[in-house]
């Protein structure tokens, strides 16, 4: 059986060359930009990448376009700053010659955030659903959150890998803090055709404090230091700024 590699990219000459050399194994890389301006299409062709130029979407159908633009047997859908680990390959490269494969294959996923490895809190192993047979599996979820499924015509038979999928996340606060504003802002359309509109106190306040409680202390995210700490503090205010961006959007 062959396989295709799916990614999507924008400006990710910092991270590509990376993910391309992870699956250089694979049968087809096709990465779909949608309008770098530094080296990410040069990058990714001289990895031997097909490249298709496709104007932003965004997250879901970006993502979905790029599964549809795969001709090979079997897609593994990558982010630009994700890695694939030599333990992961070999059982990708097992697990579609296997006579009777599952329909699809979650990754666990290793997240490093300020170059730590994030163990606990809800980020490990952070399952994904990334591998399937062409034609059997799409993209789903709200723009910033999309996920992978199987269609329900499919047999709904998964397995999960054993080795990590390596996300290399943030390396800094200024791009975590910048994606959490940006996600924000996409979360707070979505909360508002919801019907979150009202300046909530539960929303604003009490329902970060409950993610952070949760997550930091229940999910044992205090084991991961001082860069947990400061995951956990933004995230909270993530949440926090999507409601309240809501309410802005809604005035």
């Not at 789903?140 to 999928?165: M, S, W």
């Not at 996409?186 to 604003?204: C, D, M, T």
Request: glycine share 8%; charged share 25%.
């Amino acid at each position: 059986m062959t396989i295709s590699v799916a990614i999507v990219a924008q400006d990710e000459e910092a991270n590509i060359g990376r993910t391309l050399a992870s699956v250089a194994w694979a049968d087809e890389i096709v990465v779909v930009d949608s309008g770098s301006k530094d080296r990410t299409c040069e990058m990714a062709r001289e990895h031997g990448a097909r490249v298709v130029a496709e104007p932003w979407r965004g997250y879901v159908a970006q993502k979905q376009y790029a599964i549809d633009s795969c001709t090979k047997d079997w897609v593994l859908l990558l982010d630009a700053d994700e890695e694939v680990s030599p333990g992961l390959a070999a059982e990708i490269r097992a697990a579609v010659a296997d006579s009777n494969p599952a329909s699809g294959y979650k990754l666990p996923r290793k997240n490093l955030f300020l170059g730590r490895w994030m163990k606990h809190g809800g980020f490990y192993p952070d399952p994904k659903l990334r591998l399937f047979r062409r034609g059997e599996g799409f993209v789903t979820g709200h723009d910033p959150h999309d996920r992978c499924e199987l269609k329900p015509d499919v047999p709904q038979r998964t397995r999960q890998f054993k080795n990590a999928l390596i996300h290399h996340t943030y390396p800094n606060l200024t791009l975590y803090i910048g994606h959490m504003n940006r996600y924000s802002s996409l979360g707070a359309q979505l909360a508002v055709s919801k019907g979150h509109r009202s300046f909530s106190i539960s929303n604003i306040v009490l329902r970060p404090l409950a993610t952070f409680v949760y997550n930091y202390f229940l999910r044992r995210g205090f084991l991961d230091g001082r860069e947990g700490l400061l995951l956990h503090c933004y995230h909270a205010a993530y949440v926090s700024w999507k409601y309240a961006k809501a309410w802005e959007l809604s005035r």
